[in-house]
């Protein structure tokens, strides 16, 4: 019965609408009807700027940690890796659930990277850390937010399987679904940068100004 509340509790923190409290509180709009229409981070940097975006970004991330945390109001799990990794798996998986389907903002979210990612943060730091590196050299590279997603999403299942070999098995066939969710959440985008029309987020614009300049 506790750990069902706590799965519940971990939801309702996924369903804090950040880009849309974000949206409304400092540009009277709502980020949903622009864009993608997705209420997620890179929506956010796409259409209120990198600056936003990054606030969107980090306490959609602190969402993932916190609801994985709640395990700790169950210190009979502490002593069980193999319960432990289960809640925990379950907790964050609840509040991505929340920020995909949010409760506070008509079931209408975002696609859940930045909360997911929170999420492994809490439970494996290390491949977590791997993967945010992923994420920041594609998007360095590219300034596509989404492709950067993606990647990182796909690395996670090499660094689980791979490079550091978890034996823990629900580990292994979290990162599989996981890589899986992400490529089936940002098709329109893989469409977009195949056809090369997927919007960049305006990172980096003065290192793109100075380029064009010498052009």
């Not at 950067?148 to 823990?168: K, M």
């Amino acid at each position: 019965m506790k750990e069902i509340l706590l799965i519940i509790i971990a939801y309702f923190i996924g369903s804090i609408p950040t880009a849309l409290i974000v949206s409304k509180s400092f540009f009277g709009v709502d980020i949903r009807d622009y864009g993608s229409g997705n209420m997620g981070a890179t929506n956010t940097f796409r259409i209120l700027g990198s600056k936003y975006g990054t606030i969107v970004m980090i306490f959609d991330i602190l969402k993932g940690v916190s609801a994985v945390c709640l395990f700790y109001f169950l210190p009979s799990y502490l002593n069980d890796e193999w319960a432990r990794t289960n809640l925990m798996v379950g907790l964050g998986l609840s509040a991505v659930m929340g920020h995909v389907f949010p409760a506070f903002a008509q079931f209408r979210g975002g696609k859940g990277v930045a909360t997911l990612f929170g999420m492994m943060l809490a439970i494996q730091p290390v491949i977590a850390a791997s993967c945010v590196g992923v994420f920041l050299l594609v998007l360095f590279f590219t300034r596509y937010v989404s492709l950067s997603s993606i990647l990182a999403g796909l690395f996670l299942p090499i660094c689980v399987l791979w490079i550091w070999n978890d034996d823990v098995v629900v580990y292994r066939i979290f990162a599989v679904l996981v890589a899986a969710m992400i490529i089936l959440t940002h098709q329109k985008n893989i469409k977009k940068i195949l056809r090369g029309n997927e919007s960049r987020v305006p990172i980096l614009k003065y290192r793109d100004r100075r380029r064009a300049r010498r052009k």
